[in-house]
């Protein structure tokens, strides 16, 4: 068995590739059952986000399980593996678990250390339970994760003041238009990404906002958040009246198709009216023929690298005192995981001591005569068991705790040897 991790980040993929294998949570069980219907992926989680698709596979063949992860890839893409393989990164074992340490950390993040991608590492392991994808290696490893995420955010300063992707946006529009105050601005969707796009815009001076979105409850939640701002609230029905009346729009919507393109901006806007756009989904909600228009100006996620880059460099030192801390985890994870090759010796050696003790107390409870032994059999019975508990347990602590992977495998071998186990009969 081994751990690898296949997948493209906003370090290795443009926007219009990475929307392409974008996995919406509604799609994430078909995608899951898919994989692990491959003949060598054993287990399987998914994280997909705006900047990220990432598939963590343990496979009982690492090139065939890679091979089946790019291929699932691809057929989900639309996308020749040739072209496909030009974005990919592949990552294995102890690079793998390393990896998914520093995400949860937020250190592989486009905005170094923000706290939004833990929640997502916590969805991916919870639906990956629920869709029962995942197994005990999977499960300990994300399990990991999310203590070294805890623990870089408790024990650093790297998410204090954190930029998200969201008050980057915010920051590119500022820097377009110094007074946001004088500017009516709307927001598409409601969710969380909207949330914290009310929240920035409000601590730039931002006055005017109008919320477009399809659910007028999960607007009205939004609003009932922001008191202060008075947020105007309008169906979906009514987006391209609102955006008309813009001066900026914001979109950050589920929609995998999107929303805001030539035609329909065209039919709205006046041929003097400018605009602008920032969009912050993935897959992205506004068109690339937007950039056509000579009025309107559109910005997607990749266009806020700049700001971010600002975010970067005063959190690098930051970032360094989490890499100890994530060492610490990885090396915790290896520990266990190294452990669990004395499991297979360990449950064949309890096995044999357990028929031993059985054999024995029936020959003991036959003697004893049946009334004295149906009055007296569970308090032998408890008295037997716990013997053989205390025998092996400090053997059993001792062979999991040992380090030196030399010393251990010899360990082994001896207690195969000296209690004659044929562990590859058991367990082959």
Known sequence: MNIAVVGLSHKTAPVEVREKLSIQEGKLEEALAHLKGYPHIEEVAIISTCNRLEIYAVT???????????????????????????????????????????????LESLVLGEGQILAQVKTTHKLGQKYQAIGRLLDRLFKQAMTAGKRVRTETSIGTGAVSISSAAVELAYTKVADLSSRRISIIGAGKMARLLVQHLIAKGATQIT????????????????????????????????????????????ATEPILHRENLTTVLESYQS????????????????????????????????????????????AQEAEGLLEEEVEAFELWWRSLETVPTISCLRTKVESIREQELEKALSRLGTEFAEKHQEVIEALTRGIVNKILHEPMVQLRAQQDIEARKRCLESLQMLFDLDVEQQFG
């Open 60 to 106: 009982s063949d690492t090139e065939k399980g890679v091979v089946e992860i790019t291929q699932f890839l691809s057929e989900i893409s639309h996308l020749s593996l040739n072209y496909l393989r030009r974005y990919l990164f592949i990552l294995l074992h102890q690079d793998a678990v390393r990896h998914l340490m520093r995400v949860s950390a937020g």
């Open 211 to 254: 919320i477009v979105n399809r659910s007028q409850h999960r607007a009205e939640e939004l609003a009932h958040q922001f008191p202060q701002a008075q947020l105007q609230l309008t169906p979906l029905k009514e987006m391209m009246t609102v955006v008309a009346a813009s001066d900026i729009v914001f979109t950050s919507t589920g």
């Open 275 to 318: 605009l602008m756009l920032f969009d912050i989904s993935v897959p992205r909600n506004v068109a690339a023929d937007v950039h056509e228009m000579e009025k309107v100006e559109s910005y997607n996620v990749d266009d806020l690298k700049a700001v971010v880059a600002q975010n970067h460099a005063s959190r690098r030192q930051m």
